[in-house]
């Protein structure tokens, strides 16, 4: 708040279509979480006002506060210092409290974080890491990336293994100062790790490799039910193409459950619309076209790998109303995006 009231004459002279399409996308959010409310006969687990507090006071003003924020004073270098630190903190306290005596149950048994929350600090971890291997080769950056795959490994989270593997690959992929032949070094050399790590999570029993195998077998009751979410939101935008649907999707499984359809794209079609499907589509193929400059040509390319990740995990299981992770990062990406073409002559950052 502190930060819009001071520098918030900024936003209102930022040229980007982006900004405009995600604002005009905000206005259709916020119109279907008041409308889902009161001419719906959805009954929502939590109240109206909690759901607005949440949306202005948790994803909408600490997203223009980043955009309001003069990225020249920001010391990112010591920001991702102290984010590695932590998360290599977090994870081996995540794998010395591990339940090794239930490894079905994928929890951390002090610390309680559930294992998509796991799954994903090791994938943010493994980015990093690989992010400053590749800008300086030591060990340590070796070292936290098998901690990395490891809590992967422990918390069988598919979605934070399958958004390293792209994430990584597009880091070696757009990386100039790594050499053709390397690149396949490190792409090779990356597969052939995952399988090492695959046949050692079966020789020991771990739900990773169970999951893993559930998927070739067709039996994975999390992906039908994940399924069954696709096809009723492609089937809510094909019965109510033009004005949409309700902000979340009311379903009858094993029971009646009240949530999202576990994909960006087919949410944004369901709740918005034609208008707000296509505009949140261009929201993600934007972003992530200036994610990808920012990669090449920024030392902030760290930003851009989370990001990324980001996107594939919101493809695969999150939703755009909760995942406030997303809309941060997103304008962290517009932010530097904005920063750099107004610089062309000084990207450099603290």
Do not use: C
């Not at 209102?12 to 009161?38: D, E, Q, R």
């Amino acid at each position: 708040m502190l930060v819009i009231f001071f520098n918030g004459k900024k936003i209102f002279h930022i040229k980007s279509k982006l900004f405009i399409a995600i604002v005009f996308f905000w206005i259709i959010m916020f119109v279907k979480i008041i409308y889902s409310f009161y001419y719906s006969s959805i009954n929502y687990p939590e109240s109206i006002l909690k759901y607005v507090f949440t949306f202005f006071g948790v994803l909408v003003l600490p997203s223009l506060s980043i955009l309001a924020t003069p990225l020249e004073k920001i010391n990112f270098k010591f920001i991702i210092k102290i984010l590695f630190i932590t998360l290599i903190i977090t994870a081996l306290l995540s794998v010395f409290s591990y339940d090794f005596n239930n490894l079905e149950s994928r929890l951390s048994k002090y610390l309680k974080i559930n294992p998509i929350a796991l799954g994903y600090i090791g994938a943010n971890l493994g980015l990093i890491s690989g992010f400053l291997f590749f800008k300086n080769k030591r060990l340590i950056f070796i070292l936290t990336f098998l901690l990395a795959i490891l809590l992967i490994a422990l918390s069988a989270s598919r979605g934070a293994l399958i958004s390293l593997f792209i994430s990584l690959l597009l880091s070696i992929i757009f990386n100039y100062n790594i050499k053709l032949k390397n690149k396949w070094g490190y792409f090779i050399g990356f597969n052939v790790f995952l399988i090492v790590v695959l046949f050692l999570s079966l020789n020991y029993n771990l739900a990773f490799s169970e999951r893993i195998l559930k998927l070739f077998y067709n039996s994975d009751e999390s992906l039908r039910q994940r399924t069954v979410l696709w096809l009723a939101s492609i089937k809510g935008f094909l019965n109510n193409p033009f004005l949409g649907n309700t902000f979340l999707i009311s379903l009858k499984l094993k029971k009646s459950i009240v949530t999202y359809p576990h994909n960006f794209i087919f949410e944004s079609f369901y709740t918005g619309g034609i208008i707000g499907g296509m505009l949140y589509l261009y929201i993600l193929l934007d972003s992530f076209k200036k994610a990808l400059k920012i990669l090449v040509n920024s030392e902030l390319g760290w930003i851009s790998l989370i990001f990324i990740q980001f996107i594939i995990f919101g493809l695969l299981s999150s939703s755009i109303y909760f995942f406030y992770q997303f809309w941060l990062f997103l304008f962290l990406i517009l932010s530097v995006s904005l920063f750099l073409k107004e610089n062309k002559n000084n990207n450099k950052f603290n």
